[in-house]
């Protein structure tokens, strides 16, 4: 006879829990819930308020528009790279001619986020790629450099040029002309997206023609059909920089007429108007939108362009899907026993990772590994955060370590944390949320980015236990066996 085992009811199992120190996976786990709907969906945008989910217009002037500032410090332990866009860290950015001033305009939508950051002419440029997934330049010229540690030579940008899963340091000590780069915070279609740069002359150029006579429409976009379209018909040119999952158009449209009905049946589409004015149909809406506007066409809603002057839009597809989103947290237990870890991707992005840990069994009740070669510690208290990261709010307003909630960090060289109280937020440059409560262990990868917000109602305290190497060791950790 086989013993039954069936799974405990919610209500036991809650208050199996109540007091006792169950990690959230395994009840999750136990009650059939998937926790890592969060994870990716947090860096690649921070989303809208209950209620925003059909939100389909956002116009410059109401975009979340901050200053930020980012300057070099070589002596921080965390990193050379400084980001400030909260009042509390602009307070502290050096008042000094080096130190990068620029303009960061935010437009989240449902399904991905915009960002268009300007720095004026003759403002040295400085800006550590966090969580962004694709950059447009709009306009300027700039150095793409690896972090220290990773591989890679400095890689030259121009306007036009389009990178995708970006990583790195972009820099320009004297520019001749404004910096205008457009952040698409957006997810990918493929599975293991690989990064890439498509300049302006690789993008592939097409031109389209449409009109409409009665309740008929028509497309030209081959030599002979363009030659036979009317005069009065709308003509556009696409450039289309093509990535693993996910593209970037920019149209340029030539004033007069209108283009075809289109109902988008894929994924919903962010818009960038970066030149003129526009009249979109979107659904049963219509918007006149101008340059510093933008727009997302909503899967499953048909509409139309009328061309009211020359005009430019850059376009990025937003195909949020939750089965794709990085997890929230790795499960523990087993045979190693795993240890969550900061890790670094094929494109050298940070995501969250685990370090098998092998144990040597000296009892029934008792595992212990062999010894492991350590440097120094310490223990510390740290600060406390008032709201989480996906907060409205938090973007100028976080905790008083944060930087806002597009700061990233290194952490220095490579080491071991214990939390012992309070809690943390570690996210990562693919959105997976490392969240740390008493008794969690967390090894900080050198080179590998991470934005800490210590959301607590304790202060924290924290064990750090270091280990041979130096900040540019970027590795995963191995135990001695």
Request: charged fraction near 20%; aromatic fraction near 8%; charge should be positive.
């Given at each position: 006879m086989t013993e039954s085992k069936s799974k405990p009811s919610r209500r036991a199992l809650f208050k199996g829990v109540v007091g006792a120190g169950v990690a959230l996976p395994k009840i999750a786990q136990e009650l059939g819930v998937n926790i890592s709907m969060i994870g990716e969906a947090q860096a690649q945008f921070l989303g809208g308020s209950m209620g925003d989910q059909d939100v389909v217009y956002i116009p410059a002037a109401k975009a979340q528009t901050l200053p930020m500032a980012e300057w070099k410090d070589t002596k921080a332990a965390t990193g050379a790279n400084r980001i400030a866009g909260t009042a509390a860290s602009l307070e502290r950015a050096p008042k000094d001619p080096s130190t990068s001033h620029y303009e960061a305009k935010l437009y989240n939508y449902p399904t991905g986020s915009l960002r268009v950051l300007t720095w004026k002419k003759g403002t040295p440029v400085v800006h550590q790629v966090t969580f962004e997934t694709e950059i447009y330049v709009i306009q300027g010229s700039l150095t793409l450099t690896p972090l220290p540690g990773h591989p890679g030579k400095p890689t030259k940008i121009n306007t036009g040029d389009c990178l995708f899963m970006p990583a790195g340091v972009l820099t320009n000590a004297k520019p001749s002309e404004d910096t205008i780069l457009l952040q698409a915070f957006v997810a990918s279609a493929a599975a293991k997206p690989k990064?890439?740069?498509?300049?302006?002359?690789?993008?592939?150029?097409?031109?389209?023609?449409?009109?409409?006579?009665?309740?008929?429409?028509?497309?030209?976009?081959?030599?002979?059909?363009?030659?036979?379209?009317?005069?009065?018909?709308?003509?556009?040119?696409?450039?289309r920089y093509v990535f693993d999952g996910n593209s970037v158009r920019v149209a340029n449209l030539k004033k007069g007429g209108r283009t075809n009905f289109v109902t988008n049946n894929r994924v919903d589409v962010l818009m960038y108007i970066a030149k003129g004015k526009?009249?979109?149909?979107?659904?049963?809406?219509?918007?006149?939108?101008?340059?510093?506007?933008?727009?997302?066409?909503k899967k499953g809603n048909g509409g139309w362009w009328e061309l009211i002057e020359d005009a430019t839009f850059i376009a990025t597809d937003a195909p949020l899907d939750p089965k794709g989103f990085a997890p929230t947290e790795i499960a523990t237990g087993g045979s190693p026993v795993k240890i969550l870890a900061m890790g670094i991707d094929e494109n050298n992005r940070s995501n969250t990772d685990y370090i098998d840990v092998p144990l040597q069994k000296i009892s029934d009740t008792e595992s212990i590994t062999a010894k492991q070669p350590g440097t120094i510690w310490r223990i510390g208290m740290r600060g406390t955060s008032p709201i989480a990261r996906t907060n409205k709010g938090y973007a100028q307003n976080g905790g008083a370590l944060s930087g806002g909630a597009f700061e990233q960090h290194l952490g220095g060289p490579p080491h071991f944390i214990g939390w012992m109280t309070g809690n943390n937020e570690n996210t990562m440059q693919d959105g997976s949320v490392a969240r740390l409560t008493a008794g969690?262990?967390?090894?900080?990868?050198?080179?590998?980015?991470?934005?800490?917000?210590?959301?607590?109602?304790?202060?924290?305290?924290?064990?750090?236990l270091y280990t041979p190497g130096t900040d540019t060791d970027i590795g995963p950790y191995k135990f001695v066996s």
């Amino acid at each position: 006879m086989t013993e039954s085992k069936s799974k405990p009811s919610r209500r036991a199992l809650f208050k199996g829990v109540v007091g006792a120190g169950v990690a959230l996976p395994k009840i999750a786990q136990e009650l059939g819930v998937n926790i890592s709907m969060i994870g990716e969906a947090q860096a690649q945008f921070l989303g809208g308020s209950m209620g925003d989910q059909d939100v389909v217009y956002i116009p410059a002037a109401k975009a979340q528009t901050l200053p930020m500032a980012e300057w070099k410090d070589t002596k921080a332990a965390t990193g050379a790279n400084r980001i400030a866009g909260t009042a509390a860290s602009l307070e502290r950015a050096p008042k000094d001619p080096s130190t990068s001033h620029y303009e960061a305009k935010l437009y989240n939508y449902p399904t991905g986020s915009l960002r268009v950051l300007t720095w004026k002419k003759g403002t040295p440029v400085v800006h550590q790629v966090t969580f962004e997934t694709e950059i447009y330049v709009i306009q300027g010229s700039l150095t793409l450099t690896p972090l220290p540690g990773h591989p890679g030579k400095p890689t030259k940008i121009n306007t036009g040029d389009c990178l995708f899963m970006p990583a790195g340091v972009l820099t320009n000590a004297k520019p001749s002309e404004d910096t205008i780069l457009l952040q698409a915070f957006v997810a990918s279609a493929a599975a293991k997206p690989k990064a890439k740069i498509v300049t302006a002359k690789e993008a592939q150029e097409t031109l389209n023609l449409n009109w409409q006579e009665g309740d008929k429409e028509f497309t030209a976009n081959k030599p002979d059909e363009i030659k036979k379209a009317p005069k009065t018909a709308s003509r556009f040119t696409t450039k289309r920089y093509v990535f693993d999952g996910n593209s970037v158009r920019v149209a340029n449209l030539k004033k007069g007429g209108r283009t075809n009905f289109v109902t988008n049946n894929r994924v919903d589409v962010l818009m960038y108007i970066a030149k003129g004015k526009i009249r979109r149909k979107e659904g049963n809406e219509i918007f006149e939108l101008s340059a510093g506007d933008t727009i997302r066409e909503k899967k499953g809603n048909g509409g139309w362009w009328e061309l009211i002057e020359d005009a430019t839009f850059i376009a990025t597809d937003a195909p949020l899907d939750p089965k794709g989103f990085a997890p929230t947290e790795i499960a523990t237990g087993g045979s190693p026993v795993k240890i969550l870890a900061m890790g670094i991707d094929e494109n050298n992005r940070s995501n969250t990772d685990y370090i098998d840990v092998p144990l040597q069994k000296i009892s029934d009740t008792e595992s212990i590994t062999a010894k492991q070669p350590g440097t120094i510690w310490r223990i510390g208290m740290r600060g406390t955060s008032p709201i989480a990261r996906t907060n409205k709010g938090y973007a100028q307003n976080g905790g008083a370590l944060s930087g806002g909630a597009f700061e990233q960090h290194l952490g220095g060289p490579p080491h071991f944390i214990g939390w012992m109280t309070g809690n943390n937020e570690n996210t990562m440059q693919d959105g997976s949320v490392a969240r740390l409560t008493a008794g969690d262990f967390f090894y900080v990868r050198p080179g590998a980015l991470h934005h800490s917000n210590p959301l607590s109602a304790t202060l924290p305290t924290v064990f750090n236990l270091y280990t041979p190497g130096t900040d540019t060791d970027i590795g995963p950790y191995k135990f001695v066996s």
